[in-house]
């Protein structure tokens, strides 16, 4: 069956490092890969998008990659800041169909550190 | 710009009693729409979505329906709620099948 499995559920870093998230699945050809951040109590906002031929994504101090070899994709935000810490969730989006249905990870908890 | 508005934030309901939450979008026409449940730790379950008015697609067996009598409007309905539906509700729209998808704020439902 198809998995979805997002590195430890809680990640702790210091203030202007760069954290590193893991998004890895299974059984599953994706065409584009979705992560959001999710704050206590609200819904979750949209990042960043990468398509299946695209090797690597950046918006600002978010980098994402994304390798359909090893069915990995890696979320990266550099100089890191308190105000980002926040769950944050990996989705894959289907090969066909109009509705494009997302499936989601369980999401990673980040902490920064001031 | 596009908007997307769902309530109430929050509600607590008694066991066996009806359920009505509602979202509605603005700022597109023909959006794809879904309904989303998410167990508290978990990742977000698709409940159902719709490509168009009147067209629903349910993606597990439960005791939920969804209608969307309005091309922006979509709606969460039980005749009689279960303990087992308490949950974060949250409701999602996407523009064609190449955007991500937007979320609304959640609905928290408390089912006592």
């Known amino acids: 069956s198809q998995k979805i499995e997002q590195n430890s559920e809680a990640l702790n870093i210091q203030e202007g490092k760069t954290a590193t998230l893991t998004c890895n699945y299974t059984?599953?050809?994706?065409?584009?890969l979705q992560w959001y951040r999710q704050d206590p109590g609200r819904g979750p906002v949209f990042l960043l998008l990468?398509?299946?031929?695209?090797k690597e994504k950046r918006k600002e101090r978010l980098k994402v990659t994304f390798d359909t070899t090893l069915k990995q994709s890696l979320f990266h935000i550099t100089a890191s800041q308190p105000a980002d810490s926040a769950t944050y969730l990996c989705?894959?989006?289907?090969?066909?169909?109009?509705?494009?249905?997302?499936?989601f990870g369980s999401g990673t908890q980040l902490t920064v550190l001031p | 710009s596009q908007t997307i508005h769902q309530w109430p934030a929050t509600l607590v309901q008694p066991v066996g009693s009806p359920l009505s939450l509602e979202c509605t979008v603005e700022?597109?026409?023909?959006?794809?729409l879904y309904w989303y449940r998410q167990a508290a730790g978990r990742g977000l379950q698709l409940l159902f979505y719709s490509v168009g008015i009147g067209q629903i697609s349910s993606e597990v067996p439960q005791n939920l329906s969804a209608s969307r009598p309005q091309d922006r409007q979509f709606i969460l309905s039980s005749k009689k709620l279960l303990l087992s539906d308490s949950g974060f509700y949250l409701c999602a729209w996407k523009s064609d099948s190449n955007q991500p998808q937007h979320f609304g704020d959640g609905t928290r439902l408390s089912i006592l």
């Open positions: 059984n599953y050809s994706p065409a584009y």
């Open positions: 700022g597109t026409s023909n959006p794809n």
């Open positions: 989705a894959l989006a289907g090969a066909s169909g109009s509705a494009r249905q997302l499936t």
């Open positions: 990468i398509r299946e031929n695209e």
